[in-house]
């Protein structure tokens, strides 16, 4: 089977023309925490679907439904790219997602903070403190894959960080001093926005940015999923949980009540919780 579908042409979502690897499939079930059997049977099962020039949006499709039957919570796990672009379009959930990943590694965090520049006032997304230094962290929420945040991203925020950092802090307004500028997304970052950040000591954080430090290394790692993972919720159920500010799956475990205030039915709020113990390994 390798052999043949290794020859097999596949759309990327940016319209370039690539050879379909099972290999990187393979590599990406079994990181959502796939046995080698279930690796198997989705592989097997996917083959008739598949044809020449199919985009890699259809082929997860295929592979997230065939996933999803025989594992919710692995299927859940392989979604988390997909989850995460649900955290929109407003901006509130992204932020809170990433004022939590912040969190769990020992930082305090305030959402939405006010700070008065040189020029103009403005709103940080993050605030966040850790061992007596201040960062301000803007959130690039993208709600397409493909979509990369450019050099103008990096620029932007360093000359609000510069604005911020022209106002000194009076005796008692020390929270308006920042140690370092930060940007967060759900994406990736282009060449050129990553080599202006380096120069001007502007922090990124992507998706698989730095190396073992992005989003989907600190989600895996602290076991932090968006709800928006679960395959166990509609879409409206989601949104309705978001839109009361909850963001996580652990914020759910053993919590019917908030279910019920979503509007999850009687007969699927136990399937909605075990699929959650088991996301958050408890």
Known sequence: MAETMEQLIITKASGDKVLYSVGKLTMSLRKS??????????LRQLEPMLFEGISTKKIYKHAFGILKKLSKS?????SLKQGVMQLGPSGFPFEKFVSELL???????????????????????????KDGKRY??????????????????????QSRFKDVEKVWPSEHEFEVRFHQGWVVTNTRF?????????????HLVGWDFPHKGGIKDMVDSFVLYPL???TTLSHTEKQTLLDMRIVLCKELLDNEALLHKAGVRDNCIHSTLSEVENLCGT
């Not at 692995?74 to 392989?78: D, L």
């Not at 993208?142 to 450019?150: D, E, F, V, Y």
């Open 33 to 42: 925490g796939a046995s080698d059997e279930v690796v198997q049977d989705v």
């Open 74 to 78: 692995t299927a859940a796990r392989y």
């Open 103 to 129: 969190k769990v590694q020992g930082y305090a965090t305030e959402i939405g903070v006010f700070i008065d520049g040189q020029c103009v006032r403005h709103e940080i997304d993050v605030v966040a403190s």
């Open 136 to 157: 301000m962290i803007e959130c690039k929420y993208h709600n397409l894959h493909h979509n990369k945040s450019n050099i103008k991203i990096p620029m932007y925020i």
């Open 190 to 202: 282009t060449e050129d926005a990553i080599r202006y950040a380096n120069c001007v000591n502007l």
């Open 228 to 230: 928006t993972c679960l």
